[in-house]
Structure formats: C-alpha cells, structure tokens
C-alpha cells in the first residue's frame, strides 16, 4: 500500500499562484507513476497532470501554468499552479500508480490509478 498525503491548497487570487506538495509513504516503490487529478462539485475527477518515469503529460486546460515535479529521495511530488483561474477552483487529488503510462487515454481515467490522497482544496476567487 502506499498512502499519499496532500497540502498547500487555500484561498488565492486569479493570476496568482499556489503550490501543493504530496507525500508517499509506505510501499513507494509501487509509485511509478504518480501525478494529480481535480473534482468540482457535480463533475467527475478530472486529469491534471503526471510524472511517469520521468516523462510528464498535462492536461490542456493547465499546460504552460501548471508545473508537475517529483523528489524521489524525499517520496514528494508537488504541483506549482501560477496563472490560476477561478475555473481551477477544485478538490485537488495526489495520485499513485505501479504503471508506466503513455500517450494513450488510459492516463485520462481515475480507475487507472490505484492511490489516492484525501484531497486538498484550491479556491480561486475573482
């Protein structure tokens, strides 16, 4: 098992910036992949971005604001958002997962994913 533990998220406002911090522990070696996802209310769990085996992928509606990075000595992986937008404004999930991923959709799905943080919450306000 590996357990993931979210923080950084908050109040901010548009254009500025934020930046969350997830923590690995227990089983880390199973966190190959490992990356976050966001919910709004009444949405579904939507891709952010991940790092797999050092390559990175984003989401379109984030690309060139969002930037995803990984620690492995520390087991961290962080999120530095800038340029936020009130439509950022979501529950932001850390993942993990065993699996290399490519360019295909299977990177898009949350079940693809076997760990989940708690989540933590990101507001942007106008």
């Known amino acids: 098992q590996v357990q993931l533990l979210e923080s950084g998220g908050g109040l901010v406002q548009a254009g500025g910036s934020l930046r969350l911090s997830c923590a690995a522990s227990?089983?880390?070696?199973?966190?190959?992949?490992m990356g976050w996802f966001r919910r709004t209310p009444g949405k579904e769990r939507e891709f952010v971005t991940i790092?797999?085996?050092?390559?990175?992928y984003y989401a379109d509606s984030v690309k060139g604001r969002f930037t995803i990075s990984r620690d492995n000595a520390k087991n961290m992986v962080y999120l530095q958002m800038n340029s936020l937008k009130v439509e950022d404004t979501a529950v932001y999930y850390c993942?993990?997962?065993?699996?290399?991923?490519?360019?295909?959709?299977?990177?898009?799905?949350?079940?693809?994913?076997?760990?989940w943080g708690q989540g933590t919450q990101v507001t942007v306000s106008s």
């Open positions: 993942v993990a997962d065993g699996q290399r991923y490519g360019p295909g959709p299977a990177r898009f799905r949350p079940g693809s994913y076997d760990y």
């Open positions: 227990g089983r880390t070696f199973s966190a190959y992949t």
């Open positions: 790092i797999t085996g050092g390559t990175t």
